[in-house]
T-cell receptor
Framework: GAGVSQSPSNKVTEKGKDVELRCDPI?????LYWYRQRLGQGLEFLIY????????KSGLPSDRFSAERTGESVSTLTIQRTQQEDSAVYLC?????????????FGPGTRLTVT | AQSVAQPEDQVNVAEGNPLTVKCTYS??????LFWYVQYPNRGLQFLLK??????LVKGSYGFEAEFNKSQTSFHLKKPSALVSDSALYFC???????????FGAGTRLFVKA
C-alpha cells in the first residue's frame, strides 16, 4: 500500500517568506507526527495529532510554527517569516491504532532551505 | 522530562563481527523504547520496539535489543554484522502516558568488508 507522502520534496525560500509543508499519512492511521532534522543531527519532535484529541504542540520552537490536521487525513506545517535557522529536513510520520500503534512510518521528508 | 542518549557518534565494526549500538534513556514511569534506521537516501524505518514482556526483543534484519531497567539502557545488537547494515541508527523513547517520542542524536554504523 501507499506509504506516507510529503510535498514538496525540496523547498528553497527567501528569509522572511512563509512556507507550507504537506503530509499525507497512511490511510487509516490515527496518529500523525512532525519532526525536524537539522543537518547531521537527530530528530526534534515538533507536534503530534491523535484522532480528534487536542494536538501536543509542546515541541514547536516558536509561534512562527503552526500545524493543522483535518480529521485523520492530510496535515500541513506552516512556518511564517522563515529564518535561516529553519533550514532542515522536516519529517512526517504516522502510526496506526491497536497493536501497531507504537510503530511510526516516516515519509521521505521535505528539505527546506532558507536563503 | 524524557531524554535519550546515544553516547557514540560512530561505531566501526568488521563484517562478520558482532555489533552493539548503545542507548540510555530517562523517562518518568515505564518506557516504550524503539530503534529506527536511516539508510542513505532512504527514509527512516522502524527496526524494533520494547513495550513490555521479555527484555530481549527481536526485530528486522536480524537485529535485537536488550532492555535493562536497572541501567536504563536499550542497546541494539546483532551477532554478525553485514556491510549493508551501514546506516544511521536512532534510539527513541516514549512514556506510557502519551505519544510524544524523543529521539537520540543518532549513531552512524560503518561495517567494513
Amino acid at each position: 500500500g501507499a506509504g506516507v507522502s510529503q510535498s514538496p520534496s525540496n523547498k528553497v525560500t527567501e528569509k522572511g517568506k512563509d512556507v507550507e509543508l504537506r503530509c499525507d499519512p497512511i490511510s487509516g492511521h490515527t496518529a500523525l507526527y512532525w519532526y525536524r532534522q537539522r543537518l547531521g543531527q537527530g530528530l526534534e519532535f515538533l507536534i503530534y495529532f491523535q484522532g480528534n484529541s487536542a494536538p501536543d504542540k509542546s515541541g514547536l520552537p516558536s509561534d512562527r510554527f503552526s500545524a493543522e490536521r483535518t480529521g485523520e487525513s492530510v496535515s500541513t506545517l506552516t512556518i511564517q517569516r522563515t529564518q535561516q535557522e529553519d533550514s532542515a529536513v522536516y519529517l512526517c510520520a504516522s502510526s496506526a491504532s491497536g497493536v501497531s500503534m507504537h510503530e511510526q512510518y516516516f515519509g521521505p521528508g521535505t528539505r527546506l532551505t532558507v536563503t | 522530562a524524557q531524554s535519550v542518549a546515544q553516547p557514540e557518534d560512530q561505531v566501526n565494526v568488521a563484517e562478520g563481527n558482532p555489533l552493539t549500538v548503545k542507548c540510555t534513556y530517562s523517562v518518568s514511569g515505564n518506557p516504550y523504547l524503539f530503534w529506527y534506521v536511516q539508510y542513505p537516501n532512504r527514509g527512516l524505518q522502524f527496526l524494533l520496539k520494547y513495550i513490555t514482556g521479555d527484555n530481549l526483543v527481536k526485530g528486522s534484519y536480524g537485529f535485537e535489543a536488550e532492555f535493562n531497567k536497572s541501567q536504563t539502557s536499550f542497546h541494539l545488537k546483532k551477532p554478525s554484522a553485514l556491510v549493508s547494515d551501514s546506516a544511521l541508527y536512532f534510539c527513541a523513547v516514549r512514556n506510557t502516558g502519551g505519544f510524544k517520542t524523543i529521539f537520540g542524536a543518532g549513531t552512524r554504523l560503518f561495517v567494513k568488508a
